[in-house]
Each structure stands twice: as structure tokens, then as C-alpha cells.
């Protein structure tokens, strides 16, 4: 059975930081798993004869006559609904109380944002991520369209830091390089925005991902179009003007829209393979040639499988992958604890699959599906993680457009790691912690994969 649930942190941005409704997370999450039957409810008790003299009818309030502030409303009685009728847990906030008091600051509204403002403070209130209002504002001009230079950053001491360059990529014909700074993004100065961002964001664990996401959406635009940027290499300055272009292959899904899918998989070294997903999305496509290279390469000793910045995705991805890794029968990945059910994340060993050394790649944007995957194999002992403490944003949720044309994410469950282990707030601990050291990327190394191809090439 699939569900409708969400991931973690989408991987390439076309939201400017200074919109609040820029989205935690953007890819569904297809839900798996055999449902535990719920315990039947308790009988309820008969209702008290209470006359009509003493339970007088309340006529419901007429609808405003403004067709603006009329679809605004429903959009926050809409919001509160589906939450009502889905949060897991209705002891944890006292919703009608939100209710109450919001509700009739919307009636009093004078624009629409005024309505998005109040209802995103509502979605604050729950303490979880996955909760999310996307307005359909334009975006900020130079933020629109799927080009992209093919330039990945990470944050290392207040700056902008190329980590991955993609093969083939605009970035790559201009010779960008690992380690190099991300000083200049048209005029607008990186390391400036990060350190404001830094302060705004104190305190917040995803705050890594936000300020990732905002470079992201600096160098991002339409297809075809150039972007200045000034690179700092070695001490010296280099400029260049980089053209976007499509990076991976958009697919859709729901009402999500379309978003780029990168897969790859090659040979590193003769004795070391490497498999790369950037969303899990496309299973039909994406489970056909992964469950081909895991066994189609030669007899190699491990396999690295990246899912660095990977926002998560179908979360039956997970289940499906772990099959080709995992040989014993009636394990599990974790626990999808809904309002009135249960789901177990399944694992169903494949025929044909992979069991030599597997090493999985996270860091700080790995999130949701990327969680489940990594923890459960982690806990089944299926290899080692390696790299940073992952997002913690872990909750299956849906996307519902709402009356206003505004979409709505909201969370419909918690997960849990077969152990037990709440994901949700705490991310997962990698096996070997590696920091993302200058030094090495400036030698045109990635610090993750070296240390996972020497865990590889290590005798058992």
C-alpha cells in the first residue's frame, strides 16, 4: 500500500531564503509495510438527554463576502482540519485552542500574507519539521527555473565551499574545483549572507541545510542563463561566468512537482564501486539499474552509496534497496506510528543481491527516506555510515493543495528505528564521523570517500 508521506530537505532550491514559506521538505514519501490492525475503540457512553430549550442551535457564521479573505479562511479551516483528524499524537498541543485564537485573526486579515503569517505560526506551534506552508508567490528574479552550474557547497567556518563538482556540469568545463570559496554570487557577498544567516538561524538543527539551500538558490535559475561568481582559490580570485543548464533528470510526482534526479553508478577503483542517489523519486526507473549495478559490477570488495544532500523521498524505496542488501528474512527498517496505525518499514531480501562491504554516505541534508535507510541498515549491521550527523527531519507527511492554491505539507506520523530510536530531532550518528577537511578537498579528494574506500579496501 502507498501513502502520501513526505521527506526531509529538498536538495536543489528555487525558494529565496527571505521568503518564510521556502519549504522544510518537497518530495512525498510513499509509505510500505504490512498495517497492525488498531484496538477497537472503547464503547462510548450514552449521550445525556439534554432538551432543545437548553441546547439551543448555534446558527453557523456566514461566510465573508470578500472573495479574497472567503478562500483564506477555508484554507486555515482546511489546515486545521486535516491536522486535527491526523497529528499522532493529540495530547502534545492543545489544538482547539489554536484554533480559537488564530482563526479570528485571519477574519481580520487585510492580505493574504497576513493569512500565510498566522498560519505559519500556527504550523510552528507543533515543534516538528514537515509541517510547511509553499505560498504561490513568484519567485525572486534569478531563483526561477531548473538551470543550475552544477556547483554543490557545504559550510566550513562561515564559508561557501565547493564539495562535489558535477561530471559534465557548466561548472566542471570551467575547471571549478574542490575546496574552491564561493566569495561573490553576482554581487552579493557570500560570506556576509552566511554570517547573517548564521545569527538568525542560532540554535536551530537544520540550519546547516538552510544555509546550504540559500547558495543553492543564488546560483540556480532558467535554463540557458549565466551567473557571475567569484571564486577565492589558493588566495587568488578567479572569476567566471557560469551558464546553467539541466543537472539530472526532472521528475514529477503529485503535487509536488518537478525536481531533479541524479543517478549514477562507477567504478572508483578496481576493487571499489560507487552508487550516487539524489531523491528518491522515479522507483520504477531508479530500482531497475540500482538492483542491476549492486550485482552487475565486477567482483568488487565494497560499494559506497552516496546519498549526501539526498532530501529523502518514496519512503518504499528504502524498503526495496534494503532487499538488495539484506540477506536475513524478517527484519525491518523501523515503525510508521500513525493516529490509528502501525506500518513496519519491511524488508524483503531479493533473490540476487549485493553482500560485500557496503559503506552509506550522509551528511547534515541527508534526510527522511535518506534516515530510514541509513539507520536501518545501521541497526541490521549492514555495513557502516560514514560522514555527519544527518537532519533529523524524519516524519512521513502529505501535500494537499488548499482553497487559496497554497500547498500545504503536514505531517501524518512518527517514525521509529526498529530499536526504538526516535529520528525526528536527533538525525543518525555515522559509524565513522569524517570532517570535511580543506585540505583534502583542495587536493581534489572527497575526505567521505576516501575514508570509506580505506574501510573497503581493509582487510575483513
Not at 485571519?106 to 506552508?133: P, Q
Not at 522515479?282 to 568488487?300: I, Q, R, S, W, Y
Request: proline share 7%.
Amino acid at each position: 500500500m502507498w501513502g502520501l508521506t513526505m521527506t526531509g530537505a529538498m536538495g536543489r532550491v528555487r525558494r529565496d531564503m527571505r521568503t518564510a514559506s521556502w519549504p522544510l521538505a518537497l518530495v512525498l514519501l510513499g509509505c510500505g509495510g504490512s498495517p497492525r490492525p488498531a484496538a477497537p475503540p472503547p464503547t462510548p457512553a450514552p449521550a445525556p438527554i439534554v432538551s432543545e430549550v437548553t441546547r439551543p442551535v448555534a446558527k453557523p457564521p456566514a461566510p465573508p463576502t470578500d472573495p479574497r479573505l472567503a478562500e483564506d479562511v477555508a484554507s486555515f479551516d482546511m489546515m486545521w482540519t486535516k491536522i486535527d483528524q491526523t497529528f499522532w499524537d493529540p495530547k502534545a498541543i492543545d489544538w482547539a485552542s489554536v484554533k480559537a485564537e488564530l482563526r479570528p485573526k485571519v477574519l481580520a486579515t487585510k492580505d493574504r500574507e497576513e493569512t500565510r503569517a498566522i498560519m505559519r505560526e500556527a504550523l510552528k506551534r507543533l515543534g516538528r519539521s514537515h509541517f510547511a506552508l509553499w505560498d504561490t508567490t513568484p519567485e525572486p528574479e534569478g531563483t526561477r527555473g531548473e538551470g543550475d552550474p552544477g556547483i554543490e557547497v557545504r559550510i566550513i567556518d562561515g564559508k561557501a565551499i565547493v564539495t562535489r563538482v558535477e561530471l559534465g556540469s557548466p561548472a566542471a568545463t570551467a575547471k571549478v574545483q574542490l575546496g574552491d570559496e564561493v566569495a561573490l554570487v553576482g554581487e552579493i557577498d557570500i560570506a556576509a549572507k552566511l554570517a547573517t544567516l548564521a545569527k538568525n538561524l542560532a540554535g536551530n538543527s537544520l540550519a546547516p541545510l538552510y544555509e546550504v539551500r540559500s547558495i543553492a538558490a543564488l546560483l540556480s535559475g532558467e535554463e540557458g542563463t549565466k551567473v557571475a561568481v567569484k571564486l577565492l582559490r589558493n588566495g587568488k580570485r578567479v572569476a567566471l561566468e557560469l551558464s546553467r543548464a539541466r543537472i539530472g533528470r526532472l521528475v514529477t510526482l503529485g503535487n509536488l512537482g518537478a525536481h531533479p534526479l541524479i543517478y549514477e553508478a562507477r567504478l572508483l577503483e578496481p576493487d571499489v564501486a560507487y552508487i550516487r542517489l539524489s531523491i528518491f523519486l522515479d522507483p520504477e526507473t531508479v530500482m531497475a539499474a540500482l538492483a542491476k549495478d549492486l550485482v552487475g559490477f565486477p567482483k568488487v570488495k565494497g560499494i559506497i552509496f552516496d546519498l549526501r544532500g539526498n532530501p529523502g523521498g518514496i519512503g518504499g524505496m528504502a524498503m526495496g534497496i534494503a532487499g538488495d542488501l539484506v540477506t536475513e528474512a524478517g527484519k525491518k527498517l523501523g515503525t510508521m506510528t500513525m493516529r490509528t496505525n502501525k506500518l513496519d518499514f519491511v524488508v524483503n531480501p531479493q533473490l540476487h543481491h549485493f553482500d560485500g562491504k557496503l559503506a552509506v554516505l550522509v551528511d547534515a541534508l541527508s534526510a527522511s527516506t535518506s534516515e530510514i535507510l541509513a539507520a536501518g541498515l545501521q541497526e541490521l549491521h549492514r555495513g557502516k555510515v560514514f560522514g555527519r550527523t544527518t537532519a533529523g527531519a524524519a516524519l512521513p507527511s502529505v501535500i494537499e493543495l488548499l482553497p487559496d492554491g497554497d500547498r500545504l505539507q503536514y505531517a501524518i506520523a512518527d517514525y521509529q528505528t526498529a530499536s526504538g530510536k526516535e529520528l525526528e530531532g536527533h538525525g543518525v550518528t555515522p559509524d565513522v564521523a569524517v570532517e570535511l577537511d580543506l585540505k583534502t578537498l583542495r587536493a581534489g579528494k572527497d575526505p567521505d570517500i576516501v575514508a570509506a574506500t580505506r574501510w573497503i579496501k581493509e582487510k575483513p
